[in-house]
Nanobody, 114 residues
Framework: VQLQASGGGLVQPGGSLRLSCAAS????????LGWYRQAPGKQRELVAV???????SYADSAKGRFTISRDNAKNTVYLQMNSLKPEDTAVYYC?????????WGQGTLVTVSS
């Protein structure tokens, strides 16, 4: 499984971004998809998860502001981020879980600053 993340960038506080992560390869084996983030000097943090059945869960910091979704026809998972705050600044990584392993995208930088 290969994952290609995109959509990061510079946004002002209160703004929005949508991250995308396209999967290729043995995509039929993917169960859960999700996003982690890692801010400078901090540990990687789980942001949002979506299962193959469409169930979602979020970090407390993301609830009410972020929405994870997946388009199985396009083999893509999205993270819609609204009301962004400076503390959301981080490199965002998508991942895919299969029975055999966990796969990671390359990361996309989100910077929230005025």
């Amino acid at each position: 499984v290969q994952l290609q993340a995109s959509g990061g960038g510079l946004v002002q506080p209160g703004g929005s971004l949508r991250l995308s992560c396209a999967a290729s390869g043995r995509i039929f084996s993917i169960n859960t998809l999700g996003w982690y983030r890692q801010a400078p000097g901090k540990q990687r943090e789980l942001v949002a998860v979506i299962t193959s059945g469409g169930s979602t869960s979020y970090a407390d910091s993301a609830k009410g502001r972020f929405t994870i979704s997946r388009d199985n026809a396009k083999n893509t998972v999205y993270l819609q981020m609204n009301s962004l705050k400076p503390e959301d600044t981080a490199v965002y990584y998508c991942y895919a879980d299969t029975i055999a392993s966990t796969y990671w995208g390359q990361g996309t930088l989100v910077t929230v600053s005025s």
